[in-house]
């Protein structure tokens, strides 16, 4: 949160991104609440030639907050609830009881399937909201045309059922309904489809992707092609339905994962959904830290929220904290595999909640610049570290932080896969060299993942480039000892935030530089291994690599998972080479 003197002077804080923003007055009382593709922009404009309500929202506002989202669809969602919930002054649409449409089953014997704006929890299961209204109809009339269910709104109890007190409509001549309301469709079969529904609209499209694939077979063997074509596009636009923000695992797996940091005066909380190996649902909670509670207590009453608000768990629950079963669920600590890497995930999306929300980056930034002796507070801090495995697949990385905060797009690496020897301190001259060779805009201070012997190397190679103004630090893992330009070194109070930006900086670049080093390594590996199967190409090479990442998936992977990449003739080639006995 933002207050008016700040954010007038440091125009920069606010960040660029897809967002809702909040205008609010000294009492915390909102005001306005926005959205927009570029939060910084949008803000911005409204002090430049403002409109009336625009004017009227300055002279009133004292803070501006702001929320960044992944889309501008979310943007909307979040807007929309947020001027619900709090009726800001200056807002006008949105405030009245409008909402997007959702899918909605009923609670009742032979439930229906409709498309609604009101909800009602205790009588039906709601899915969505849906913005687009051309992909909700779509969605719609996909399940309504492959599960065939009632649309009449009769009372179906097994008494008048059995008395025939109803006919069949129309919707049964046209195959859109089995006839229930004559007996004719049991209610366990007809419960089969809506189970099946709602694994659709909880995000498992596999099932009805599945039973489209196996049409699509019968009616290509009939040669009834038009009706072949109809059922591919609705197989494309179904894989097309399936946006999902983050693949964590190329396995069919859904999996719930808790983490929790306690950090200064707050307690830090991540909640991550994955579905068929994608992320869901993501959400960060900060709450005030309650010294009187341990961690497990805080972690199973924020577990047991989620649960109540929807209604289920995943089939395997993982966190950081050891709280054995709960809520008669089985929750693991991961060590390894792709639940270790949900588990990083969830960390890597909380620690950067952290960075954002917990400290004042301004005043870090300035306690940087008097402990390290810096002619200017360093706003544009650049750090480099270097991977390699025995001089091989030598990779660096040059991570930036602006504000004090990550600026992602603006991370790099460089293939130094031509240094063939394993030497730490020609690869960082080398990076160096191809980082500030006509530099246009340079950092406000440059850190190295290393010790005296990595500095001394970098700042000869600063000098080389006639760059020796720039300021320079590195620091080394063992004693996290921090050396100066000026052949100073010190030690930082392993609690001060002065540390552990440095320390978030390092970690930055070692992760991403080793992200990039098994990438290398990894292909490399997968390259030489599969050289050696004759009738495997370069096309299918890619493929397998994209798909699988590491040998180790492939060898373990079925003979069918292999066979949708690559095609039957090249995948039997491959299944056979690791699955025959020598």
């Not at 700042?459 to 063992?478: E, H, P, R, T, V």
Request: net charge positive.
């Amino acid at each position: 949160m933002l207050e008016k003197s700040l954010l007038l002077n440091k125009k920069s804080l606010i960040p660029r991104g897809v967002g809702v923003y909040i205008f609010l007055n000294k009492k915390k009382e909102f005001l306005y609440i926005g959205k927009s593709n570029n939060v910084r922009s949008r803000v911005f404009s409204y002090f430049k030639k403002p409109s009336i309500k625009q004017k009227k929202i300055i002279d009133s506002f004292f803070y501006i907050d702001y929320v960044l989202v992944d889309s501008e669809k979310d943007a909307l969602f979040l807007e929309n609830s947020f001027i619900k919930k709090h009726q800001p002054k200056y807002n006008i649409l949105l405030k009245d009881d409008k909402n997007y449409p959702w899918l909605c089953l009923t609670k009742e014997r032979f439930p229906r399937f409709f498309i609604t704006r009101k909800r009602n929890f205790s009588s039906c299961f709601y899915y969505g909201p849906y913005v687009s209204k051309k992909r909700l109809n779509f969605l719609y009339d996909l399940i309504i045309k492959n599960y065939p269910i009632r649309s009449c709104k009769y009372n179906l109890s097994k008494k008048n059922v059995s008395i025939k007190k109803y006919n069949v409509c129309l919707d049964y001549h046209l195959k859109k309904c089995l006839g229930p309301c004559e007996g004719f469709q049991s209610e366990e079969d007809y419960n089969k489809n809506i189970d099946s529904i709602k694994k659709i609209l909880s995000g498992k499209y596999s099932f009805i992707l599945s039973s489209l694939e196996k049409k699509l077979k019968i009616y290509s063997s009939s040669l009834l092609f038009e009706k072949a074509n109809i059922i591919k596009n609705q197989i494309l636009a179904i894989k097309n339905l399936k946006q999902k923000s983050v693949v964590v695992s190329n396995k069919n797996i859904n999996t719930d994962c808790f983490y929790l940091i306690r950090f200064n005066k707050y307690i830090y909380i991540n909640f991550v959904r994955v579905v068929e190996g994608s992320v869901v649902y993501l959400k960060n909670n900060k709450i005030k830290n309650h010294l009187l509670f341990k961690n497990d207590f805080i972690l199973k009453n924020y577990i047991k929220t989620i649960y109540f608000d929807y209604g289920f768990f995943s089939e395997s629950v993982v966190s950081n904290i050891n709280i054995g079963c709960f809520l008669n669920k089985k929750i693991t600590i991961p060590k390894s595999g792709f639940k270790k890497n949900i588990l990083d995930f969830s960390y890597n999306s909380l620690f950067d909640f952290i960075n954002i929300n917990s400290v004042d980056n301004v005043g870090v930034l300035k306690g940087l610049k008097k402990i390290f002796f810096l002619k200017k507070t360093p706003f544009h801090i650049e750090c480099f570290d270097v991977s390699t495995l025995k001089g091989k697949n030598t990779v660096s990385s040059c991570v930036v932080f602006k504000n004090g905060k990550p600026s992602k797009e603006d991370y790099t690496y460089y293939d130094l896969g031509y240094i063939n020897n394993n030497d730490d301190y020609l690869s960082i001259s080398e990076s160096l060299k191809k980082r500030y060779t006509d530099c246009v805009v340079y950092p406000d201070l440059i850190v190295i993942d290393g010790g005296k012997g990595h500095l001394n190397t970098a700042i000869k190679m600063l000098k080389f480039l006639k760059l020796d103004f720039l300021n320079i630090i590195s620091i080394a893992k063992k004693n996290e000892i921090i050396y100066l330009k000026n052949n100073k070194c010190l030690s930082l109070d392993k609690k001060s935030n002065s540390l552990k930006i440095i320390q978030y900086l390092r970690d930055e670049a070692h992760r991403f530089c080793l992200k990039k080093h098994r990438n290398y390594r990894n292909n490399n590996l997968l390259n030489s291994e599969l050289k050696n199967i004759k009738g495997i190409g370069k096309s299918s090479f890619f493929k397998l690599i994209k798909n699988f990442k590491t040998i180790n998936n492939i060898k373990t992977s079925t003979k069918k998972e292999i066979v949708d990449i690559i095609g039957k003739k090249r995948g039997l080639y491959i299944y056979n080479y690791f699955n025959t006995p020598c």
